[in-house]
Nanobody, 122 residues
Framework: QLQLVESGGGLVQPGGSLRLSCAAS????????IGWFRQAPGKGREGVSC???????TYYADSVNRFTISRDNAKNTVYLQMNSLKPEDTAVYYC????????????????WGQGTQVTVSS
């Protein structure tokens, strides 16, 4: 059974950092693109970053300057390091998997985690 589990969210002050984890089970990351998405209250789900073993990583919106996506194949886990966090980064963060290239469009991902809340506030 393919499963994704996010962790690492929490409350952080503006300018702070968090590292989110997405642990995969039931499949190996090698053949899947893993995307990070977020959804703020009252807004749609937006792409943050994605990593795909054959190509590398990509970033969407302004996350390219502040976020870093990485993977640990031995642990079958993808990470999202988030620095210089802003209040507008507050959202539920999800990881998702698809057996194809990265995309910022959430509708074509096949598997989703349950999400982890990130709140940036003083």
């Amino acid at each position: 059974q393919l499963q994704l589990v996010e962790s690492g969210g929490g409350l952080v002050q503006p300018g702070g950092s968090l590292r989110l984890s997405c642990a995969a089970s039931g499949f190996t990351l090698d053949y899947y693109a893993i995307g990070w998405f977020r959804q703020a209250p009252g807004k749609g789900r937006e792409g943050v970053s994605c990593i795909w073993s054959s190509v590398g990583s990509t970033y969407y919106a302004d996350s390219v300057n502040r976020f870093t996506i990485s993977r640990d194949n031995a642990k079958n886990t993808v990470y999202l390091q988030m620095n210089s966090l802003k209040p507008e980064d507050t959202a539920v963060y999800y990881c998702a998997a698809r057996r194809a290239e990265c995309s910022s469009y959430s509708g074509i991902y096949d598997y989703w985690g349950q999400g982890t809340q990130v709140t940036v506030s003083s």
